[in-house]
T-cell receptor, first 111, second 113 residues
Framework: GQQVMQIPQYQHVQEGEDFTTYCNSS?????IQWYKQRPGGHPVFLIQ?????EVKKQKRLTFQFGEAKKNSSLHITATQTTDVGTYFC???????????FGKGITLSVRP | NAGVTQTPKFRILKIGQSMTLQCTQD?????MYWYRQDPGMGLKLIYY???????DKGEVPNGYNVSRSTTEDFPLRLELAAPSQTSVYFC????????????FGPGTRLLVL
């Protein structure tokens, strides 16, 4: 089935540095969602992207959907310790109402 | 609204024991889901339901059963616990088709020894 891939699984940054991570697929995605899970917490919905080339911003977070709809990126400007957590991308398939998650990237931020 | 609630928060089971993980949502959502999360493996869908009386298998259904007798409740049953079922289990709900945001419960941490 459709798979979304997130590599690497871990990244460490110094507070204040920018951070970018990618979500890739070998086939065209109908849409992409991003979730954040804080340590010990549960996934929380961040954003959904549907259109080719779509860009959405949430404060210091910028999400982009690739022109070919085969990849998506999450960029965090000037990371803070509150950005720590695991970020998952997921594709929603409306035909059977399911989300297929990537394995996630765990971000740690050194103060 | 309490959102999605799950009980228990943590449980230790012996091999071969049975238990039911409870999930309730008060948002009148039609769609509900059960996931398991293992370290480094993301979230795997176990079962899901698109409405009361309707359930379907996800990616990893073996060893589990579900029922959906009401809109609010979606319990997950483990009949014969095995060490491979040690995991964190999340229940989620969403309003329905084309309203795709999923709202997750706080999770149940299960240890099978």
């Amino acid at each position: 089935g459709q798979q979304v891939m997130q590599i690497p699984q871990y990244q460490h940054v110094q507070e204040g540095e920018d951070f970018t991570t990618y979500c890739n697929s070998s086939t065209t995605l109908s849409n992409i969602q991003w979730y954040k899970q804080r340590p010990g917490g549960h996934p929380v919905f961040l954003i959904q992207l549907v259109k080719s080339g779509e860009v959405k911003k949430q404060k210091r977070l910028t999400f982009q959907f690739g022109e070919a709809k085969k990849n998506s990126s999450l960029h965090i400007t000037a990371t803070q310790t509150t950005d720590v957590g695991t970020y998952f991308c997921a594709e929603y398939t409306g035909a059977n109402s399911k989300l297929t998650f990537g394995k996630g990237i765990t971000l740690s931020v050194r103060p | 609204n309490a959102g999605v609630t799950q009980t228990p928060k943590f449980r230790i089971l012996k091999i071969g024991q049975s238990m039911t993980l409870q999930c309730t949502q008060d948002m009148n959502h039609n769609y509900m889901y059960w996931y398991r999360q293992d370290p480094g493996m993301g979230l795997k869908l176990i079962y899901y339901s698109v409405g009361a009386g309707i359930t379907d298998k996800g990616e990893v259904p073996n060893g589990y059963n579900v029922s959906r007798s009401t809109t609010e409740d979606f319990p997950l049953r483990l009949e014969l616990a095995a060490p491979s079922q040690t995991s964190v289990y999340f229940c989620a709900s969403s309003p329905g088709r084309f309203q795709e945001t999923q709202y997750f419960g706080p999770g149940t941490r299960l240890l099978v020894l």
